[in-house]
């Protein structure tokens, strides 16, 4: 085999030979110039072939002593050819010969400082000298050297696209962010659609925190270049953003490039439930577990799935299949979650309660006592859902014999759920503890002044607020205050601290939550021009900001004017934030306006299933509302009785007699008509 291969590099040497030398270069003078160049081309040319036979037999040292020599001799006959110099000085470089390839490289510079080539061979010798940017071993003087040389050649050819990508590259390695973003800018000025360039532009972009416009710019990278780098790198940009749609529109364009790759499809599925696009999710879900049946996580995540479309047949099923092959904690704990959706929460403490019982120890490895911590953590959500608050006390405040450290924010819990349970007593007694316990803790000292406002003492709130330290300079204290002052109806300093706020804003969502408690501001005083001025100023700035949307759907739905307006923006922020039932009961409320009674209720009762809107009498009295004028007035009344409920076990900072008045008065118009149609 190797007898043949120099068989045939012996015929294309002949070949190149008889091809170097012009017809009659043999008969000229050895002396004559024209000699002297034709010699050294042949020399070049056999210097050039000995040194691809030393490429192709692994730099054997026959061939790469034989090579060198003839480059040699062939720079001795031609002085003036730097090209063969530069060959000599690559060809060192390719047999790892560098010591010897610099100093033929600078010899070559310092002849002609803008030798290009010269300069190439020095940035190749240094940039390969760099070590390993990856594991954070760097060899700054190389990196600084081969930077050096870089710059020297993109200044003497600004369309060397092959140079400037090094440059940005090295740029990037040196963290010199602005240096690679202008070095990618010039190749692409040199070529728009190099996806190279666009891929590294991209990744400056992501590093500074510019989410938008690395997207931007790698989705331009994706459609040159489609391939699976690109594609994944994108849809993990859009996963970042919590663009979610789009990052599940990205991984599928991934799954062809990586053969269906798993972990692709895994997250293809995980942006599409994360975009409640449930059916598509349930289907790429499905498609994982028939692929690998014995999966327990994937059936997890199937029962995950068909609770959040409320198909509790099937995910009881779901888990049945996995509690087959393991009922460990965890599997226990989701079907505690199921129980709760399906509004069984007693039953749910009662599974969470079984879980703690047999994973109790005398003892608690790091693992363990986080596992029960957050054991703990569901358990009093749980018995909070069930009406159990005093319970739901004692299981938080078994998480502080746990971690001590936790114990704080624990009291700041115990209070906000006492608040819950309507026990204000109890809350002013554990938060005046608490503050007395810890008083250095600002959680707790915020909780305490929070408390106060709830309280209906605002003044000795606002006190307590203004007292911590730096109060004036600190963000959330301030917005703390304007809350108290918007509770306590003293607007005009409500104005002023929002003002205050507003100077301590540097980003665009510091300003526009500013922006927002204006416009609520505003609404409380009913001066409802000026509150939709904020609420559109802020939707210009956030179009998807979904509680500014809410907010200028409903005050607009409220007052009975451009209803097709309000539901257009309320039905947008249910798009951005499904289930909401905030939201969902403004849908119900314009379209009740609209007349579109069937539909109202349907929204309005959905709004009451809401864990978070369930007890709101301002959803019972809309509901109320619509039945009333469906004719079901015994339901009307049903649903006003839980709104002056409502009412008046508001928190004293939450009662408003007006509106308590106002529903009495449409109860008792209603039992009324009841009592006449009897």
């Given at each position: 085999m190797i007898g043949s291969a120099r068989r045939a590099f012996g015929s294309l040497i002949l070949a190149c030979l008889t091809a170097a030398v012009p017809a009659g270069a043999q008969t000229l003078p050895p002396q004559a110039e024209s000699a002297d160049h034709s010699s050294a081309y042949y020399t070049f040319a056999m210097a050039h072939l000995y040194s691809e036979l030393a490429q192709a037999y692994g730099n054997r040292g026959e061939y790469v002593n034989k090579a060198?020599?003839?480059?040699?001799?062939?720079?001795?006959?031609?002085?003036?050819?730097s090209y063969i110099g530069e060959e000599l000085a690559d060809f060192y470089v390719q047999t790892s010969q560098l010591e010897r390839a610099t100093q033929l490289a600078n010899e070559l510079i310092k002849s002609n400082p803008n030798n290009a080539s010269a300069h190439k061979v020095l940035a190749r010798i240094y940039a390969r000298q760099i070590g390993d940017p990856e594991q954070g071993k760097i060899d700054q003087a190389m990196l600084k050297s081969a930077l050096d040389e870089y710059q020297k050649i993109t200044a003497l050819d600004g369309k060397d696209v092959e140079s400037l990508s090094m440059l940005a590259r090295l740029y990037t390695v040196s963290r010199d962010l602005d240096g690679a973003e202008k070095t990618?800018?010039?190749?692409?000025?040199?070529?728009?659609?190099?996806?190279?360039?666009?891929?590294?532009?991209?990744?400056?972009?992501?590093?500074?925190?510019?989410?938008?416009?690395?997207?931007?710019?790698?989705?331009?990278?994706?459609?040159?270049?489609?391939?699976?780098?690109?594609?994944?790198?994108?849809?993990?940009?859009?996963?970042?953003?919590?663009?979610f749609s789009n990052a599940a529109d990205a991984w599928k364009a991934a799954l062809p490039l990586t053969n269906d790759n798993v972990t692709v499809r895994k997250h293809y599925a995980m942006m599409l439930e994360a975009s409640n696009r449930t059916d598509e999710a349930l289907k790429a879900?499905?498609?994982?577990?028939?692929?690998?049946?014995?999966?327990?996580?994937?059936?997890?995540?199937?029962?995950?799935?068909?609770?959040?479309?409320?198909?509790?047949?099937?995910?009881?099923?779901?888990?049945?299949?996995?509690?087959?092959?393991?009922?460990?904690?965890?599997?226990?704990?989701?079907?505690?979650?199921?129980?709760?959706?399906?509004?069984?929460?007693?039953?749910?403490?009662?599974?969470i309660q079984d879980v703690l019982s047999q994973t109790k120890k005398s003892n608690y490895n790091e693992q363990d006592r986080a596992d029960?911590?957050?054991?703990?953590?569901?358990?009093?959500?749980?018995?909070?859902?069930a009406g159990k608050h005093q319970d739901a006390v004692a299981s938080l405040r078994q998480i502080?014999?746990?971690?001590?450290?936790?114990?704080?924010?624990?009291?700041?819990?115990?209070?906000?759920?006492?608040?819950?349970?309507?026990d204000l007593k109890g809350a002013r007694q554990a938060s005046d503890a608490a503050l007395k316990k810890y008083p250095e803790d600002r959680s707790v000292a915020l909780e305490h002044a929070s408390l106060l406002s709830q309280l209906g003492e605002f003044d000795a709130s606002i006190k307590e607020f203004k007292a911590l330290s730096d109060s004036g300079k600190d963000r959330d204290v301030l917005l703390f205050i304007s809350q108290v002052y918007e509770k306590a109806?003293?607007?005009?300093?409500?104005?002023?601290?929002?003002?205050?706020?507003?100077?301590?804003?540097?980003?665009?969502?510091?300003?526009?939550l500013v922006t927002f408690h204006r416009g609520a501001m505003y609404e409380r005083q009913k001066n409802f021009e000026a509150a939709e001025q904020q609420f559109r100023k802020l939707i210009d700035q956030d179009p998807k900001n979904a509680q500014a949307l809410n907010y200028l759907g409903y005050m607009l739905a409220d007052r009975n004017i451009r209803l097709d307006e309000a539901q257009q923006m309320i039905t947008k922020a249910l798009d951005l934030d499904p289930g909401n039932g905030a939201f969902l009961d403004s849908l119900g409320?314009?379209?009740?306006?609209?007349?579109?009674?069937?539909?109202?209720?349907?929204?309005?009762?959905?709004?009451?299933?809401?864990?978070?809107?369930?007890?709101?009498?301002?959803?019972?009295?809309?509901?109320?509302?619509?039945?009333?004028?469906?004719?079901?007035?015994?339901?009307?009344?049903?649903?006003?009785?839980?709104?002056?409920?409502?009412?008046?076990?508001?928190?004293?900072?939450?009662?408003?007699?007006?509106?308590?008045?106002?529903?009495?008065?449409?109860?008792?118009?209603?039992?009324?008509?009841?009592?006449?149609?009897?």
């Open positions: 060198i020599d003839m480059y040699r001799q062939a720079m001795k006959l031609d002085p003036s050819s990618y800018k010039a190749i692409l000025a040199v070529d728009p659609n190099d996806d190279d360039a666009l891929t590294g532009l991209a990744s400056i972009y992501a590093d500074r925190g510019d989410i938008a416009a690395a997207i931007d710019t790698l989705k331009q990278a994706a459609e040159q270049n489609p391939d699976a780098t690109r594609v994944t790198a994108l849809a993990q940009l859009y996963e970042q953003d919590k663009q879900v499905q498609d994982l577990a028939a692929d690998d049946p014995k999966n327990a996580d994937l059936q997890l995540e199937l029962a995950g799935i068909y609770q959040r479309k409320k198909d509790y047949p099937n995910a009881h099923a779901a888990l049945e299949k996995v509690k087959a092959v393991n009922n460990g904690p965890a599997v226990r704990m989701a079907e505690a979650d199921l129980l709760a959706a399906e509004n069984k929460p007693a039953d749910a403490v009662a599974i029960r911590i957050q054991y703990l953590t569901i358990l009093a959500q749980r018995q909070k859902e502080s014999e746990l971690n001590p450290a936790a114990a704080p924010k624990v009291e700041v819990e115990v209070v906000e759920t006492l608040v819950q349970g309507k109806r003293r607007f005009a300093e409500e104005s002023k601290t929002l003002d205050a706020i507003d100077s301590l804003s540097t980003t665009p969502p510091e300003k526009q409320w314009v379209h009740f306006r609209q007349n579109r009674l069937d539909q109202a209720a349907d929204e309005l009762r959905q709004s009451l299933d809401n864990k978070d809107t369930g007890d709101d009498p301002t959803v019972h009295d809309h509901l109320a509302e619509v039945y009333f004028k469906q004719g079901k007035v015994k339901e009307a009344v049903q649903q006003w009785e839980a709104a002056v409920e409502g009412f008046k076990a508001a928190l004293p900072s939450d009662q408003d007699p007006e509106e308590l008045a106002k529903v009495s008065k449409k109860l008792e118009n209603a039992k009324v008509k009841i009592s006449e149609k009897n």
